[in-house]
């Protein structure tokens, strides 16, 4: 089974949306979802350079603006598919001034655009709602 792995650049200086990753990642340790918080130093050429590096096995997503956009029942489909895989599926939310051109698979969370930590947030929280929506709980409703 492979596991899905979260990337944050920084940890999220706002209290309440870090109270809320922290809520979600909470519900999310029984699911194989690890949420990694690296240094917010590092420029976003260093940050997607640091990534491949710790993917050594498995697929890197960013999340970003102009990736492909799903509903939360198809990002459940998805979802599903990553946790039948034998590798890990690495989520990247970049830094504030969003990730440099790159060739690597995009997911958009939205068109609109939003704080990179509320982002983080919105991704947890769908992450979650995924592993509800296959469970069939009444969560999604």
Do not use: C, T, W
């Given at each position: 089974?492979?596991?899905?792995?979260?990337?944050?650049?920084?940890?999220?200086?706002?209290?309440?949306?870090?109270?809320?990753?922290?809520?979600?990642?909470?519900?999310?340790?029984?699911?194989?979802?690890?949420?990694?918080?690296?240094?917010?130093?590092?420029?976003?050429?260093?940050?997607?350079?640091?990534?491949?590096?710790?993917?050594?096995?498995?697929?890197?997503?960013?999340?970003?603006?102009?990736?492909?956009?799903?509903?939360?029942?198809?990002?459940?489909?998805?979802?599903?598919s990553w946790k039948l895989k034998s590798e890990d599926t690495h989520l990247a939310i970049g830094p504030a001034s969003g990730f440099p051109e790159h060739k690597l698979s995009k997911i958009s969370l939205s068109q609109m655009t939003f704080p990179h930590e509320l982002a983080a947030v919105f991704l947890v929280e769908q992450v979650y709602r995924s592993m509800q929506i296959i469970k069939g709980t009444k969560y999604h409703k």
């Open positions: 089974m492979g596991r899905i792995i979260i990337h944050l650049h920084g940890k999220p200086k706002d209290k309440s949306l870090n109270s809320l990753i922290k809520k979600y990642s909470k519900r999310l340790e029984l699911e194989s979802v690890k949420i990694i918080e690296h240094a917010d130093n590092l420029s976003p050429d260093e940050y997607v350079s640091k990534l491949l590096k710790y993917v050594k096995k498995g697929e890197l997503i960013l999340l970003d603006e102009r990736g492909i956009e799903f509903d939360s029942l198809k990002f459940s489909q998805l979802v599903n």
